[in-house]
């Protein structure tokens, strides 16, 4: 049975973009207007409130952190305000409230604007500063505009993250230290870099399997992720996850919550959330469908949706995964070899019943420094981190009831 946790987490999936980056797999769409924007925030407030109605404070006493992602939730400001309204009473005192948002649309108005409506921690997709890597991705600004939003955002959030995607075509271990060393000149606490993916339904995808680009080497991937672990090192920052630096007193909070398998509600086109349920000892993983018209149409749920039949689940545009000991192990496994607080074995004991019997391969990574046993903690040597996949499915192996 999994353990009791008075941390929940929110995430809110808004689908609108102006235009399509060419990397990106999540559910969006530049095909709106007002009033598909309209009928899709007050939906979503609806399912909003019906989920908070049944899990607060009956299954858990506060929110913890709230996220709003897409897509471009920083296209809008006003339809927030009912959001967070309904948010308000189940807020702790200390939670984390943070939006996405594209240097173009970070004005100061709204920047101030977010900030009132409640929002404390801003995570801003820079990607690059590189008009050849802007232009590869299909982003919207350019490297001034990153700039001049990045000041913008410090000037109104202590709490900012800068993401930057590296390792794309053509760009050399300079090209990307020139793009730390922008970020790293304004002093922010948060940075998460991000190894450029390909995934299959994406223009990068399909131009990648017509070869029209060639994809880097894991050799150079390794090389440029141990150059920016040096630099950052040297500039105070902990290296949390194998994509995410946080300088002291900054650690992103509502990320935390999946590294170490905590549970978060997910609502919108698209949107995943895991819960805890009777007579689901793994908990209950969902996701929305991904369509934001059909997300439009879905009726309020009433009750506890984490309850519902697979069947009755259709009905408000939920789908659960079927999920037993080994596919919770394995998540877990797959989060906590890529962090620094590594593999907690009595949890895992606690939940799975499994004990930790390692392989004659995982006790000579043991005796080469590669993995660490720090009393009943398993860590995974930090250089290993981007090869947490490989990791994980050796580790699981030592792992049986």
Request: net charge negative; glycine share 8%; proline share 5%.
């Amino acid at each position: 049975m999994l353990e009791p946790s008075a941390a929940l987490g929110v995430y809110l999936h808004i689908p609108y973009c102006s235009a399509i980056c060419h990397y990106c797999d999540f559910a969006k769409t530049a095909r709106w207007d007002t009033s598909h924007t309209d009928a899709y925030f007050k939906v979503l407030t609806k399912h909003l409130g019906s989920w908070c109605a049944s899990l607060l404070p009956e299954v858990f006493p506060a929110i913890y952190t709230l996220n709003i992602g897409g897509g471009t939730p920083s296209l809008f400001v006003e339809e927030y305000r009912q959001i967070m309204t309904v948010l308000a009473p189940f807020l702790a005192s200390e939670s984390e409230q943070s939006i996405e948002a594209n240097p173009r649309d970070c004005s100061l108005v709204k920047l101030q604007s977010w900030g009132d409506l409640g929002f404390n921690r801003l995570s801003l997709g820079v990607q690059s500063f590189d008009p050849r890597g802007l232009k590869l991705l299909k982003r919207d600004h350019d490297g001034h505009e990153a700039r001049e939003s990045i000041g913008r955002a410090l000037q109104v959030f202590d709490n900012v993250n800068v993401d930057l995607i590296y390792n794309w075509p053509g760009q050399s271990p300079t090209d990307f230290l020139a793009d730390l060393e922008q970020v790293l000149a304004f002093g922010v606490p948060h940075l998460s870099l991000y190894d450029l993916c390909y995934p299959a339904k994406t223009p990068l995808g399909r131009q990648l399997r017509r070869g029209r680009i060639v994809a880097p080497s894991e050799e150079k991937q390794e090389l440029l992720y141990r150059l920016a672990g040096e630099r950052l090192e040297a500039e105070g920052y902990i290296h949390d996850e194998v994509s995410n630096w946080t300088k002291p007193g900054f650690l992103c909070k509502h990320n935390w919550l999946y590294w170490q398998g905590g549970y978060y509600l997910g609502v919108g086109a698209g949107a995943h959330g895991y819960l805890p349920a009777a007579g689901h000892p793994y908990g209950r993983r969902y996701a929305y469908e991904s369509s934001d018209r059909r997300f439009e149409r879905l009726p309020a749920p009433v009750g506890n949706s984490i309850l519902l039949t697979d069947e009755e689940a259709k009905l408000y545009g939920l789908r659960f995964e079927q999920r037993d000991a080994r596919a919770w192990l394995y998540e877990y496994i797959g989060s906590a070899t890529r962090c620094r607080l590594g593999l907690d074995m009595d949890k895992v004991a606690f939940i799975s019943g499994f004990n930790f019997v390692p392989t004659e391969l995982i006790r000579s990574a043991l005796g080469e420094g590669k993995l660490q046993l720090q009393g009943r903690c398993l860590l995974l040597d930090k250089k290993e981190w981007i090869r947490e996949i490989w990791w994980c499915e050796k580790i699981i192996d030592c792992f049986a009831p």
